[in-house]
């Protein structure tokens, strides 16, 4: 069983910083990437940036330049830095960790998701 348990959220003005920090614990076997997800409410969940075990990083186009996604594979731990906030970015932010195994059938993937952390950008 694989946990995420995420921290950092709460509400800043805007231009303002948060840090986003998530752990993952458990049986945890075949990590390929760990990232950030978000989700306003009637719309799909949306990537906001992706971080790979070899390293190579993604962002959603509208927070480049202003967030930032760090990993720490010792401890399994993935961070968001978001600068610059604005009120758009506002909203339930995920935590995702997506594993992929070699099996004799193929590539068994899987994702595992946090219980979401609330950014509130608001004057």
């Known amino acids: 069983q694989v946990q995420l348990v995420e921290s950092g959220g709460g509400l800043v003005q805007p231009g303002g910083s948060l840090r986003l920090s998530c752990a993952a614990s458990?049986?945890?076997?075949?990590?390929?990437?760990m990232g950030w997800y978000r989700q306003v409410p009637g719309n799909e969940r949306e990537l906001v940036a992706g971080?790979?075990?070899?390293?190579?990083?993604n962002y959603a186009d509208s927070v480049k330049g202003r967030f930032t996604i760090s990993r720490d594979a010792a401890k399994n731990t993935v961070y968001l830095q978001m600068n610059n906030l604005k009120p758009e970015d506002t909203t339930v932010y995920y935590c995702?960790?997506?594993?992929?195994?070699?099996?004799?059938?193929?590539?068994?993937?899987?994702?595992?998701w946090g219980q979401g952390t609330q950014v509130t950008v608001n004057s």
């Open positions: 458990g049986n945890i076997f075949g990590i390929y990437s």
């Open positions: 995702n960790l997506h594993t992929a195994i070699g099996t004799a059938a193929g590539v068994k993937r899987d994702d595992y």
């Open positions: 971080i790979t075990t070899a390293g190579p990083t």
